[in-house]
C-alpha cells in the first residue's frame, strides 16, 4: 500500500522560511494537498493540487511537487504558523485516501 | 455559509455500536463526495471512508481498518450524512470529523466539521 512520509517535527525561527516535506513513491505523479491543524482546532486547507492557495490562505504559503517528494512552504514565519501539518493523496489504484504521518511546525 | 456539523460522540463499550451524524448545510449535499476522518488522541489523521456523489451513485468505501464494521450513508432529504460504527473496539477511540471532499476523485477536503468525540472503554 501506499504510504506518506513526513519528518516528526521542525523548527524555524521568527521570520525565516519553514520546509515540510511528504515523501511518497513517484508522489509527483499525485495530487497533494496540505493542511494546518492548530491545537484543539479542526484541520483547514492550506494548499491543494500542489501548489494552489485556497482563499484566504496567505501567500506566505506555498507549495511544490516532483518526483518522491512534494514540499510546504512557509515563508516570514510567525508564532500564528505553530501548528501541525498534514500531507493527503489520493491512491488511484484503491480509490482510497492517504494521509501523512504529520509535521509538527514550532516557532522558535 | 458552507458548514458541517458532526453529533452522536460518546461513550461505549467494547463490542459496542455508535451512530455519528454531521449536518451539512450552504451547498448542494449530493455534488460532493463526503468522508470521515479520525484522529486518536496524540496521533495524526487518519481516513476512515468516504461516500461518493449523486453521479456515483454515492457508493462507498472504507479504510481496511473499519470495513465491515462501519457504515457511511446519506439523508438526502435533511443534508445529513452519517457514520454507523459497530463491533466498536479500543482503538477506535478518537476524534471523528466529517470532511466535504472539493468535487470527488483527487481532490482536497476544503470544509471540516468541528469534530466529535468517540471513547471506546469499559
Request: proline residues 4%.
Amino acid at each position: 500500500s501506499y504510504v506518506l512520509t513526513q519528518p516528526p517535527s521542525v523548527s524555524v525561527a521568527p521570520g525565516k522560511t519553514a520546509s515540510i516535506t511528504c515523501e511518497g513513491n513517484t508522489i509527483g505523479g499525485k495530487s497533494v494537498h496540505w493542511y494546518q491543524q492548530k491545537a484543539g482546532q479542526a484541520p483547514v486547507l492550506v494548499i491543494y493540487y500542489d501548489t494552489e492557495r485556497p482563499s484566504g490562505i496567505p501567500e506566505r504559503f506555498s507549495g511544490s511537487s516532483f518526483g518522491n517528494t512534494a514540499t510546504l512552504t512557509i515563508s516570514r514565519v510567525g508564532a500564528e504558523d505553530e501548528a501541525d501539518y498534514y500531507c493527503h493523496v489520493w491512491d488511484s489504484s484503491s480509490d482510497h485516501r492517504l494521509f501523512g504521518g504529520g509535521t509538527k511546525l514550532t516557532v522558535l | 455559509e458552507v458548514q458541517l456539523v458532526e453529533s452522536g460522540g460518546g461513550l461505549v463499550q467494547p463490542g459496542g455500536s455508535l451512530r455519528l451524524s454531521c449536518a451539512a448545510s450552504g451547498f448542494i449535499f449530493s455534488d460532493h463526495y463526503m468522508a470521515w476522518v479520525r484522529q486518536a488522541p496524540g496521533k495524526g489523521l487518519e481516513w476512515v471512508g468516504h461516500t461518493r456523489n449523486k453521479a456515483h451513485s454515492h457508493s462507498t468505501d472504507y479504510a481496511a481498518s473499519v470495513k465491515d464494521r462501519f457504515t457511511i450513508s446519506r439523508d438526502l432529504s435533511n443534508n445529513f450524512l452519517y457514520l454507523q460504527m459497530g463491533d466498536l473496539k479500543p482503538e477506535d477511540t478518537a476524534v471523528y470529523y466529517c470532511a466535504r471532499v472539493e468535487s470527488g476523485g483527487d481532490d482536497a477536503f476544503d470544509v471540516w466539521g468541528q469534530g466529535t468525540m468517540v471513547t471506546v472503554s469499559s
